[in-house]
């Protein structure tokens, strides 16, 4: 057997966690939420794929990860990797040393929510198992091999070379994980080009060439690019001063309403949740299909314009929970892109069961691939590469 490794993800007031080891079917999986609150509590999976569910007034994140730890004593982790969202320059999975701890501390501008709350988890879990080796595994790692016309802003230089500001993208274990998982079913292991949908309540898109990321469409944030839940995506950069000098708004407010209260939310009035969505669409109303319209159509206009990053594009995958679910947003975002020679099979579509994988084309064209994302699988596939090395 593999060596068994505890993925832990570390929010603000929650812990994802998964135990990887050998068949994802086996996966002890859950979330610790709403912490330091009376009503924090741990939920998920457990062994023989019992649904566990345990209160944990007021634990914080040291407190949770050591009830975790302590409920999976008989099965323990050779090796923790920890998600961590921005990793700066960083361009690798790390072991963690006081030294990469400070690399993601100094990371900690360009990812304000999510770095601190991961180097909570870093440093509960270095003290409760101090015997383990335990790697961090960036979301921005994979896109480190973007070339520089891809990655620079076209903004005054001090800004990169004295403050770091370029596009970093995120979302990389999905990416790298969903197009090297296509490429090895096409037959053709990490060669050739592939687009990547990432369709969840964050989303974003990835050309890959010869199992490498050259472009994506978040940047210095992930609120850049496609339309997501509750995040605008692009907007013209002037709207700041825009809403600034007519409605006299000031950067937090702008802020918040890019982040939590634009995208499919904004659009629709209604729900950041494409099911909800699709469903009132269906019924009539035109706010949600125009949201699912906006989305599709600014989706397809991000696959084109990474396309051309790409010598040939040998396929083209859909994962996430919008892009592994919902055959209708497939089947909209391909008919945005007549020119590419996507044959969509609208019945393999259609039928494609819920959370399995498979080809959808019509065996002509590039092919067209429905893969579940496994996030978890892949922190813990990077954490033994390191341990092991
Ligand atoms: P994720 O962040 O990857 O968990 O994805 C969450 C998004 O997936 C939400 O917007 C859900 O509405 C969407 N989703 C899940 N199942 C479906 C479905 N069958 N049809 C459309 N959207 C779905």
Known sequence: MSTSVLVINCGSSSIKYALVSDLRENRIYGIAENLNSADARIKGITFGGQPLELSIPYADHSQALETILNRLSHYKPQAIGHRV????????????????????????????????????????????????????????????TMPEHAYRYALPKFLYTEHNVR?????????????DRASELAGDFRKGGWLCAHLGNGSSTCAVWNGESIDTSMGLTPLEGIVMGTRSGDVDPSLHSFLASNLGWDIEKIDNMLNKESGLLGLSNLSNDMRTLVEASQAGNEDATLAIEVFSYRLAKSLAALSCGLPTINGLAFTGGIGENSAYIREKTLAYLPHFSFKLDKALNNN?????????????????????????GRIAQETRAVVDA
Not at 116 to 144: M, N, R, S, W, Y
């Open 167 to 179: 596009r970093y993208g995120f979302h990389g274990t999905s990416h790298a994980y969903v197009t």
């Open 352 to 376: 494609l069961a819920r959370g399995s994988e498979g080809r959808i084309d019509q065996g002509e064209g590039p092919q067209i691939w429905v893969i579940p994302t496994d996030e978890e």
């Open 85 to 144: 969202v921005h990793g700066g320059s960083l361009t690798k999975a790390e072991l963690l040393t006081p030294e990469i701890i400070e690399k993601i501390r100094e990371a900690t501008p360009l990812a304000p929510l999510h770095n601190p709350a991961h180097l909570i988890g870093i440093e509960a879990t270095l003290k409760l198992f101090p015997e383990l080796p335990q790697v961090a595994v960036f979301d921005t790692a994979f896109h480190q």
